[in-house]
T-cell receptor, first 111, second 113 residues
Framework: DAKTTQPPSMDCAEGRAANLPCNHSTISGNEYVYWYRQIHSQGPQYIIHGLKNNETNEMASLIITEDRKSSTLILPHATLRDTAVYYCIVRVETGANNLFFGTGTRLTVIP | DTGVSQDPRHKITKRGQNVTFRCDPISEHNRLYWYRQTLGQGPEFLTYFQNEAQLEKSRLLSDRFSAERPKGSFSTLEIQRTEQGDSAMYLC???????????FGQGTRLTVV
């Protein structure tokens, strides 16, 4: 059910921007792109979502390509507490609105 | 703390025993979801409630799994005749009618020995 592809792992130096890519080439016109993260032994935490425009909030920025087939989550100044598994999910905003998780990207922020 | 609470946080049970987990969603949230997560995998959707109605249950893993939300508030997930393969983290999430983000609890970690 997961319709996204992410690299299994990435490293980022503390204080630098972390850019996490996601491919969703089969995304439909009414599907949103969501990002969640999961820190060890905790439940997933919402980060950001978007439809076709770029979005920014206090946690991150989301850049969606014009054809919507891929996106990038940007953590502008990564800290050690950003070490987590990051999930990119596409979801239609009708019905149950289930989240179908893939295996995500394990981001390790290095001091 | 997301406002979604799960109880217990950890459960160790012997194979063949029944277990029940509880989820208390954020109070005004009418949508409630259960997920299972095994080591190294993302959460796997199990079932969904809107208020007290269980609108999606085809993803429950077997007939040993059942869930209820009798008054549209808290929910329980029961596993009968547990097997070692049931060992996993069981996550609950809730969502409001207008909200787009789901809030997850900390999960219940089940170990079947």
């Amino acid at each position: 059910d997961a319709k996204t592809t992410q690299p299994p792992s990435m490293d980022c130096a503390e204080g630098r921007a972390a850019n996490l890519p996601c491919n969703h080439s089969t995304i439909s016109g009414n599907e949103y792109v969501y990002w969640y993260r999961q820190i060890h032994s905790q439940g997933p935490q919402y980060i950001i979502h978007g439809l076709k425009n770029n979005e920014t909030n206090e946690m991150a920025s989301l850049i969606i390509t014009e054809d919507r087939k891929s996106s990038t989550l940007i953590l502008p100044h990564a800290t050690l507490r950003d070490t987590a598994v990051y999930y990119c999910i596409v979801r239609v905003e009708t019905g149950a609105n289930n989240l179908f998780f893939g295996t995500g990207t394990r981001l390790t922020v290095i001091p | 703390d997301t406002g979604v609470s799960q109880d217990p946080r950890h459960k160790i049970t012997k194979r063949g025993q029944n277990v029940t987990f509880r989820c208390d969603p954020i109070s005004e949230h009418n949508r409630l979801y259960w997920y299972r997560q095994t080591l190294g995998q993302g959460p796997e959707f199990l079932t969904y409630f809107q208020n007290e109605a269980q609108l999606e249950k085809s993803r429950l893993l077997s007939d040993r799994f059942s869930a209820e939300r009798p008054k549209g508030s808290f929910s329980t997930l029961e596993i009968q005749r547990t097997e070692q393969g049931d060992s996993a983290m069981y996550l609950c999430a809730s969502r409001g009618n207008r909200g787009q983000q789901a809030f997850f609890g900390q999960g219940t970690r089940l170990t079947v020995v």
